[in-house]
C-alpha cells in the first residue's frame, strides 16, 4: 500500500515538523510505503521568507527544524505548483492520498484557497482521497470558496477533522460524515527520537510565547513546586535557562521529560498530555480556540488557566494532574483514531 501525503512539513513551527513526521510513521506502522508530497505552497513560502539583513542571516531554529525534515520525514520530489503536485501524482502509482493534520484547511490571508491541501486536483482512477486530523483553525466558513471546497469534499473516500470548530465547518457545507479524531503526535511512538537526559534535576519547561501575565504565573508556579525554569524554543525572563534554537528532537525531550509543562501552543498542550505531565495551557498568542477544544475534548478544561483582570488566577490546584481519572477516555480516542486511519487505508 503506497500512501502519498499532503500537510505542513516546511512552517517553521516544532508542532507542525513534528506532526508530519507522526503522520509518516502512524502510516507505516499500518503498514504502508509513504511519501510526503514535498509542495512548497506560494503562500507558505511567501510569508517564511526572511527579508532585509535578515535575509543574509538565516534562522538557526528554522535551519533545525529543517534538517530534521530532510533527516527524517520521506520527502518526494520538490513540487512548486498544483500541476507539479497532479503530474507527480499521475506517475506515482500511490494506492492512497491522506491529506492531515495541521491547520491545512484554515483559508487566510497567507495561503487563501490551495486545492492541493484540499488534494482537489486530478488522480489516476482507484486512488483514495482520505484526510486525517487537518483543521479549519478558527475559520467559521469557506464564503465565496463553499463551491471549491464542497468539490474537492465530495472526492474523499473518508474525511476527518482533528477538532470540534471544524466538524462545525464542514457540517454547515451539508458534510455529515464526517469523523473526529486525534492529532497524530497522540498516536506516534517517538521513542526512537527521544533524547534521554543528561541532568535529572526536576524543571519546568516553558514552551511557546508567553506575555507578562504568563511570565508571572510561570513564577508563581516554579515557586510552589520548587522547580527550575527552562525555556524550550522560546524567550522567557523568568527562565533560569533558555533554550531557544533546540532542534525538534530536543523541544520534544524538553516536554516528555519536564516535570511540569506551562504553554501557549496546541501541540505543547497535545504533548504534555501525551507524556502525562502535569501542564497549564495559556491563552496569550491566540490560541485559544484550539487550546479550549482539545482540553474539553478529554475533560481537562480545568488546565486552561483562567484570567482575573490583568493577571491569571493562580491555585494549588493547577499545581496536580492526576491521569487517572482521564485514562479510559484518552484511550478511547486514540484506539477510535487509529482503526480509522486503518480502514481509510484499507477499505
Same mark, same amino acid.
Request: one cysteine or more; hydrophobic letters at 40%; glycine letters at 6%.
Given at each position: 500500500?503506497?500512501?502519498?501525503? &499532503?500537510?505542513?512539513?516546511?512552517?517553521?513551527?516544532?508542532?507542525?515538523?513534528?506532526? *508530519?513526521?507522526?503522520?509518516?510513521?502512524?502510516?507505516?506502522?499500518? $503498514?504502508?510505503?509513504?511519501?510526503?508530497?514535498?509542495?512548497?505552497?506560494? $503562500?507558505?513560502?511567501?510569508?517564511?521568507?526572511?527579508?532585509?539583513?535578515?535575509?543574509?542571516?538565516?534562522?538557526?531554529?528554522?535551519?533545525?527544524?529543517?534538517?530534521?525534515?530532510?533527516?527524517?520525514?520521506?520527502?518526494?520530489?520538490?513540487?512548486? /505548483?498544483?500541476?507539479?503536485?497532479?503530474?507527480? &501524482?499521475?506517475?506515482?502509482?500511490?494506492?492512497?492520498? *491522506?491529506?492531515?493534520?495541521?491547520? @491545512?484547511?484554515?483559508?487566510?490571508?497567507?495561503?487563501?484557497?490551495?486545492?492541493?491541501?484540499?488534494?482537489?486536483?486530478?488522480?489516476?482512477?482507484?486512488? #483514495?482521497? @482520505?484526510?486525517?486530523?487537518?483543521?479549519?483553525?478558527?475559520?467559521?466558513?469557506?464564503?465565496?470558496?463553499?463551491?471549491?471546497?464542497?468539490?474537492?469534499?465530495?472526492?474523499?473516500?473518508?474525511?476527518?477533522?482533528?477538532?470540534?470548530?471544524?466538524?462545525?465547518?464542514?457540517? #454547515?457545507?451539508?458534510?455529515?460524515?464526517?469523523?473526529?479524531?486525534?492529532?497524530?503526535?497522540?498516536?506516534?511512538?517517538?521513542?526512537?527520537?527521544?533524547?534521554?537526559?543528561?541532568?535529572?534535576?526536576?524543571?519546568?519547561?516553558?514552551?511557546?510565547?508567553?506575555?507578562?501575565? =504568563?511570565?508571572?504565573?510561570?513564577?508563581?508556579?516554579?515557586?510552589?513546586?520548587?522547580?527550575?525554569? @527552562?525555556?524550550?524554543?522560546?524567550?522567557?525572563?523568568? *527562565?533560569?535557562?533558555?533554550?531557544?534554537?533546540? =532542534?525538534?528532537?530536543?523541544?520534544?525531550?524538553?516536554?516528555?521529560? *519536564?516535570?511540569?509543562?506551562?504553554?501557549?501552543?496546541?501541540?505543547?498542550?497535545?504533548?504534555?498530555?501525551?507524556? #502525562?505531565?502535569?501542564?497549564?495551557?495559556?491563552?496569550?498568542?491566540? #490560541?485559544?480556540?484550539?487550546?479550549?477544544?482539545?482540553?474539553?475534548?478529554? $475533560?481537562?478544561?480545568?488546565?486552561?488557566?483562567?484570567? /482575573?483582570?490583568?493577571?491569571?488566577?493562580?491555585?494549588?490546584?493547577?499545581?496536580?494532574?492526576?491521569?487517572?481519572?482521564?485514562?479510559?477516555?484518552?484511550?478511547?480516542?486514540?484506539?477510535?483514531?487509529?482503526?480509522?486511519?486503518?480502514?481509510?487505508?484499507? $477499505?
Amino acid at each position: 500500500m503506497r500512501v502519498g501525503v &499532503v500537510t505542513f512539513h516546511r512552517v517553521p513551527n516544532f508542532g507542525a515538523v513534528l506532526q *508530519a513526521w507522526s503522520m509518516a510513521y502512524n502510516l507505516r506502522e499500518l $503498514g504502508a510505503d509513504v511519501e510526503i508530497l514535498d509542495y512548497r505552497a506560494p $503562500g507558505n513560502e511567501a510569508m517564511f521568507k526572511r527579508h532585509g539583513f535578515k535575509a543574509l542571516v538565516p534562522s538557526i531554529g528554522a535551519a533545525r527544524q529543517k534538517r530534521f525534515v530532510r533527516k527524517n520525514v520521506p520527502l518526494s520530489k520538490v513540487l512548486y /505548483s498544483l500541476k507539479d503536485v497532479e503530474d507527480y &501524482v499521475s506517475r506515482a502509482g500511490f494506492d492512497v492520498l *491522506a491529506c492531515g493534520s495541521d491547520q @491545512i484547511w484554515k483559508k487566510d490571508h497567507r495561503l487563501g484557497f490551495d486545492p492541493v491541501y484540499y488534494l482537489g486536483f486530478n488522480v489516476p482512477s482507484g486512488v #483514495r482521497r @482520505i484526510s486525517y486530523a487537518p483543521s479549519c483553525g478558527d475559520m467559521t466558513g469557506y464564503g465565496e470558496h463553499s463551491a471549491n471546497a464542497m468539490d474537492c469534499f465530495n472526492r474523499f473516500y473518508r474525511l476527518s477533522v482533528r477538532d470540534g470548530n471544524s466538524m462545525e465547518v464542514l457540517h #454547515r457545507l451539508g458534510l455529515r460524515n464526517v469523523k473526529r479524531v486525534v492529532d497524530p503526535t497522540l498516536l506516534a511512538d517517538f521513542s526512537s527520537i527521544l533524547r534521554k537526559r543528561s541532568d535529572n534535576t526536576p524543571y519546568l519547561a516553558v514552551v511557546g510565547g508567553l506575555d507578562d501575565a =504568563s511570565v508571572r504565573l510561570v513564577r508563581e508556579v516554579a515557586a510552589a513546586l520548587r522547580l527550575r525554569i @527552562i525555556a524550550a524554543g522560546t524567550r522567557c525572563t523568568a *527562565a533560569h535557562i533558555e533554550k531557544r534554537f533546540v =532542534s525538534p528532537e530536543e523541544w520534544l525531550s524538553l516536554i516528555a521529560n *519536564a516535570h511540569f509543562v506551562v504553554t501557549s501552543l496546541f501541540h505543547g498542550s497535545a504533548l504534555a498530555l501525551k507524556y #502525562r505531565r502535569p501542564f497549564i495551557s495559556l491563552d496569550c498568542a491566540g #490560541r485559544r480556540t484550539k487550546l479550549q477544544d482539545l482540553l474539553d475534548h478529554f $475533560g481537562l478544561q480545568s488546565r486552561l488557566a483562567a484570567k /482575573s483582570g490583568d493577571d491569571y488566577v493562580f491555585s494549588d490546584e493547577l499545581l496536580h494532574l492526576d491521569y487517572s481519572q482521564y485514562e479510559s477516555s484518552i484511550e478511547s480516542a486514540l484506539a477510535d483514531s487509529r482503526e480509522f486511519l486503518k480502514e481509510a487505508i484499507y $477499505g
